[in-house]
T-cell receptor, first 116, second 109 residues
Framework: ETGVTQTPRHLVMGMTNKKSLKCEQHLGHNAMYWYKQSAKKPLELMFVYSLEERVENNSVPSRFSPECPNSSHLFLHLHTLQPEDSALYLC???????????????FGEGSRLTVL | GQNIDQPTEMTATEGAIVQINCTYQTSGFNGLFWYQQHAGEAPTFLSYNVLDGLEEKGRFSSFLSRSKGYSYLLLKELQMKDSASYLCALRNSNYQLIWGAGTKLIIKP
């Protein structure tokens, strides 16, 4: 139990579907992240929210849409995805890395997405 | 540019010692992290180095040489449960994390 909970753990969707991934952190952190993890590739940062404001968007296709309603919750809305979007989507949280301490990431278990 | 290299896969024997290397190139440095990820699970934080030298934490130690752009993770008294992927990540001067592709460690009895 890392203090970061993701749902659903597994999701299969067609290319025309709309679905959402949810993340909740119980650690009192002020930053939240979405990462994409594909086999044998480095983690790809998708979005960063700090104090509920999006501070980073790494050229992610518009078919991925993040939402951060408060500092504990993060969503990733999915629509008209492609088969190459199939991957493990990891949510993480941290204290601000510019503050005291390492600012290490605490990850959720991930949502395994398969796009047919 | 910025990049990180680490071996794709390593094999070691239970009870032995293994060293996983990570080399990097960056224009700015704000710390180096190691994470462990068991298959099907979340990555978990292992260590953080921002100054040169060795940080020891139980059976695991992490070393950093900023001048050489080099770090290693040392695992002693290997146990079967240490079979996992080990991710090296560099934090640059913009506080962005640059990730390696991970090293899959296989422990054999």
């Amino acid at each position: 139990e890392t203090g970061v909970t993701q749902t659903p753990r597994h999701l299969v969707m067609g290319m025309t579907n709309k679905k959402s991934l949810k993340c909740e952190q119980h650690l009192g952190h002020n930053a939240m992240y979405w990462y994409k993890q594909s086999a044998k590739k480095p983690l790809e940062l998708m979005f960063v929210y700090s104090l509920e404001e999006r501070v980073e968007n790494n050229s992610v296709p518009s078919r991925f849409s993040p939402e951060c309603p408060n500092s504990s919750h993060l969503f990733l809305h999915l629509h008209t995805l492609q088969p190459e979007d199939s991957a493990l989507y990891l949510c993480a949280s941290s204290q601000s890395p510019t503050g005291d301490g390492a600012g290490e990431l605490f990850f959720g278990e991930g949502s395994r997405l398969t796009v047919l | 540019g910025q990049n990180i290299d680490q071996p794709t896969e390593m094999t070691a024997t239970e009870g032995a010692i293994v060293q996983i290397n990570c080399t990097y190139q960056t224009s700015g440095f704000n710390g180096l992290f190691w994470y462990q990820q068991h298959a099907g699970e979340a990555p978990t934080f292992l260590s953080y180095n921002v100054l040169d030298g060795l940080e020891e934490k139980g059976r695991f130690s992490s070393f950093l040489s900023r001048s050489k752009g080099y770090s290693y993770l040392l695992l002693k008294e290997l146990q079967m449960k240490d079979s996992a992927s080990y991710l090296c990540a560099l934090r640059n001067s913009n506080y962005q994390l640059i990730w390696g592709a991970g090293t899959k460690l296989i422990i054999k009895p």
